[in-house]
């Protein structure tokens, strides 16, 4: 089931439903997109943040396209926890939004209406 995804550097004490990810990472870029998914501590997010966005602070996720077919998010989870008080959702349900964002992104989408519709729809069809 989780072909064309993987997984690394999960601590143990992320809620990570791996199986969900990977219907998710297919129903949005489809089966054939080789996704990287990966786990950082607050300084290597910032330091990535800093070097490819010109943003120097920690974020909760970013992603990166690698090719037209494969792709990498990387999510630094004390910036989930953080911001998912904010959104008052849980941190499980917000790595689940922040990860259809990300995927989103890696489909091409910009920030905005339209993005913003595809994310509610996306979120109402895995229950997020």
């Given at each position: 089931?989780?072909e064309?995804i ?5 601590p ?6 791996q199986?969900?990810f990977?219907l ?6 489809g ?16 330091d ?18 690698l090719?037209k077919n ?12 953080r911001?998912s ?6 941190p499980?349900?917000?790595?689940n ?27 109402q069809n895995f229950?997020?």
């Amino acid at each position: 089931m989780q072909e064309n995804i993987s997984f690394s550097k999960i601590p143990k004490t992320v809620p990570v439903d791996q199986g969900l990810f990977a219907l998710m990472k297919d129903k949005v870029l489809g089966k054939k997109y080789e996704l990287s998914v990966a786990f950082v501590g607050k300084k290597k997010i910032q330091d990535l943040n800093n070097k490819f966005r010109k943003k120097n602070s920690p974020t909760d996720i970013l992603s990166f396209e690698l090719d037209k077919n494969s792709g990498e998010i990387i999510f630094c989870f004390d910036e989930v926890k953080r911001k998912s008080k904010l959104f008052g959702k849980t941190p499980t349900q917000y790595l689940n939004f922040l990860f259809i964002h990300g995927l989103l992104h890696l489909e091409g989408m910009e920030h905005g209406s339209k993005m913003e519709e595809k994310e509610k729809l996306l979120c109402q069809n895995f229950e997020i």
